[in-house]
């Protein structure tokens, strides 16, 4: 006992005896053992309180009737059944995959395109250009919302003016499912084409210049180039684009809720454009519908499973075609 | 003869096009920022800023607790940032450089949690927030995010990449402890990778909303982006006014990014993507 706490002064006084130093060395080596441990503690420990028990207790929360002031009743898989047989879920399912499409096609290909012409050796001002395409990124959601809100605005909005000069009538984007899902898909793709660019960007750099010149020096053009080398080589980094966009897509939220302000938790009074995560946001914190709004939740587990597992396989398959 | 050492001129139209529909929505923004309501609805639509910045930044000041939302931001973005940059490269290290039982497969968890979104167990998160008297905190919004999977990843791939086995084992012969190891020698040689790190982290921070929407009640807990929307709600009465607040919002932002910006297109281009 005592030679324990005299191990725990740092600084040993002349002439201990060797069973104190041997003491030392134990616990040394103790704490060197224990030190990667404590080092990514941090982490475990705040995945196990703040991603691990949540996740696994939505599976749990979703089995009750759970009013978070009042009393949780268990129920079974009934928010299950009812969710299964709930339009309002479809719908928002619906929604979410029309606005995912609509912003994730265009907005890679023109990412594919920005960034072959980036890739240029002998451009200009290139930084200035790398730079440029990311100012969306660091621009906050909340912020886009409100501008592309009102650029799409049915009576002053700048879209309108413009499609009015050009002759044709004016559209209230907000108040359509095509016009809505159009108007949120904008602020989406605007947010992330500049992000995917530079993705695609370093793919490309790592492609050696000598390939691009070789078949320049056999007759290929441009787009003959970009096709047969620029695009196989990008294959890895397209699927996790598009992984990661749709992972991101499922997540869609605060456009939803902000480009419509009058719609309220269910943008618009169809429903036009709740997405799954507005559409769990509103059960749970709009309704107060804990159980069911998990059971969104699970749903949205099982998608983002489903997501993965394609992922993975796909990116199996692109490692054995590899030589 | 072809001249195959010209950009072609379709490049730069294309390009430019590309670096104006960046830009333009800001400066929009800012265009409505600084003019009447009345300007700001009148068609054909002003191109040039007014002058009336100054009198809506102050309205925005005066409707909502603009300041101190901007401190919260501050706070919140910075705690954020500096927990990444640290708890990461010590993760990292650990997992690059030390040998313990069980490493890789807690390695394997670490990337596989990557993968589950945070949104879709909001409910139990609040639920644990409000069990730990966190709700309406700050708190609430730094600590979850202090660390996170993909900076580990990143910071171990780093850490693995600059630090030779030559060098640990130099140190540790020296008597150096592991934690000596990883401050004096490790940690200065990454501090630009964390540096990266932590800027994600500050701009994801600033920039998050759904997750301080939900746990952030009073209106001087607020985060900007929350303030924001609380502008917005006063949207019939004054445009100006939701589109000053989003300016005031962004600009601490586009003010780092044209110091800093340059690090984050090399972060994204050396694979510093969020996952």
């Given at each position: 006992m005592t030679a324990l706490t005299l191990t725990l002064n740092p600084v040993t006084p002349p002439g201990a005896t060797g069973r104190q130093t041997a003491n030392r060395r134990i616990l040394q080596s103790m704490r060197e053992r224990l030190a990667p441990y404590a080092y990514i503690a941090p982490f475990f420990l705040l995945f196990a309180v703040f991603g691990l028990f949540p996740l696994l207790f939505t599976f749990y929360v979703a089995l009750f009737?759970?009013?978070?002031?009042?009393?949780?009743?268990?129920?079974?898989?009934?928010?299950?059944?009812?969710?299964?047989?709930d339009p309002r879920f479809w719908?928002?399912?619906?929604?979410?995959?029309?606005?995912?499409?609509?912003?994730?096609?265009?907005?890679?290909?023109?990412?594919?395109?920005i960034a072959h012409l980036l890739n240029n050796v002998r451009l200009r001002a290139a930084t200035f250009f790398r730079m440029v395409v990311l100012v969306p990124y660091v621009t906050s959601v909340a912020a886009t919302t409100i501008v592309f809100a009102q650029l799409f605005d049915r009576d002053y909005g700048l879209l309108n003016w413009f499609l009015e000069l050009l002759g044709f009538q004016h559209i209230e984007f907000t108040a359509s499912v095509w016009g809505s899902h159009l108007m949120i898909a904008a602020m989406v793709a605007w947010r992330w084409t500049g992000y995917n660019t530079l993705l695609y960007l370093a793919s490309l750099q790592a492609v050696p210049r000598e390939l691009y010149e070789a078949a320049s020096v056999d007759g290929a053009n441009g787009w003959q180039q970009f096709r047969r080398i620029s695009i196989p080589a990008l294959r890895p980094i397209i699927?996790?684009?598009?992984?990661?966009?749709?992972?991101?897509?499922?997540?869609?939220?605060?456009?939803?809720?902000?480009?419509?302000?009058?719609?309220?938790?269910?943008?618009?009074a169809a429903r036009q454009c709740q997405t799954l995560t507005l559409f769990l946001y509103e059960q749970a914190f709009g309704r107060f519908h804990f159980g069911y709004g998990a059971a969104v939740g699970v749903a949205l587990f099982v998608i983002v499973v489903i997501v993965s597992t394609i992922n993975y396989l796909l990116a199996t398959r692109i490692r054995w075609e590899r030589p | 003869m072809k001249a195959p050492n010209r950009t072609p001129r379709t490049t730069y139209v294309l390009l430019g096009i590309m670096?104006?529909?960046?830009?333009?929505?800001?400066?929009?923004?800012?265009?409505?920022?600084?003019?009447?309501?009345?300007s700001a609805t009148q068609l054909p639509p002003r191109v040039l800023p007014g002058g009336n910045f100054l009198h809506l930044a102050g309205l925005v000041f005066d409707t909502v607790p603009f300041l101190q939302a901007l401190l919260n931001s501050i706070a919140v973005a910075a705690a954020v940032g500096?927990?990444?940059?640290?708890?990461?490269?010590?993760?990292?290290?650990?997992?690059?450089?030390?040998?313990?039982?069980?490493?890789?497969?807690?390695?394997?968890?670490v990337v596989l949690t990557m993968t589950v979104p945070a949104q879709l167990s909001i409910i139990p998160q609040y639920l644990i927030m409000s069990q730990l008297n966190w709700v309406d905190t700050?708190?609430?919004?730094?600590?979850?995010?202090?660390?996170?999977?993909?900076?580990?990843?990143?910071?171990?791939?780093?850490?693995?990449?600059?630090?030779?086995?030559?060098?640990?084992h130099a140190a540790t012969v020296d008597g150096a402890s592991t934690w000596q190891i990883f401050w004096r020698i490790a940690f200065p040689l990454?501090?630009?990778?964390?540096?990266?790190?932590?800027?994600?982290?500050?701009?994801?921070?600033?920039?998050?909303?759904?997750?301080?929407?939900?746990?952030?009640?009073?209106?001087?807990?607020?985060?900007v982006q929350i303030a924001i929307k609380a502008l917005q709600n006063n949207r019939d009465i004054d445009l100006g006014l939701a589109m000053s607040g989003s300016f005031l919002a962004t600009l601490p932002l586009l003010v780092l990014f044209i110091l800093v910006g340059r690090r984050l297109v090399q972060g994204i281009m050396d694979g510093a993507f969020k996952g």
């Open positions: 009737d759970w009013d978070p002031i009042g009393e949780h009743r268990y129920v079974g898989l009934q928010n299950f059944r009812v969710l299964m047989d719908g928002a399912m619906r929604n979410t995959f029309s606005i995912w499409v609509l912003s994730t096609v265009p907005q890679l290909l023109v990412a594919l395109g699927v996790f684009t598009v992984v990661t966009s749709t992972i991101g897509g499922l997540q869609i939220f605060t456009e939803a809720l902000l480009a419509n302000p009058s719609g309220g938790l269910s943008c618009g | 670096a104006l529909l960046s830009v333009f929505p800001l400066y929009w923004m800012f265009v409505v920022a600084t003019t009447d309501t009345a500096a927990g990444q940059a640290t708890l990461c490269a010590l993760a990292g290290f650990a997992f690059a450089k030390l040998r313990f039982p069980g490493r890789n497969t807690l390695f394997l968890i700050l708190q609430a919004v730094i600590v979850p995010g202090l660390v996170s999977a993909f900076g580990i990843f990143w910071m171990r791939q780093h850490i693995a990449s600059v630090i030779d086995d030559e060098l640990m990454v501090r630009p990778a964390a540096f990266v790190l932590g800027l994600f982290g500050f701009v994801t921070a600033w920039n998050d909303f759904l997750w301080p929407f939900i746990v952030l009640k009073s209106p001087d807990r607020y985060t």
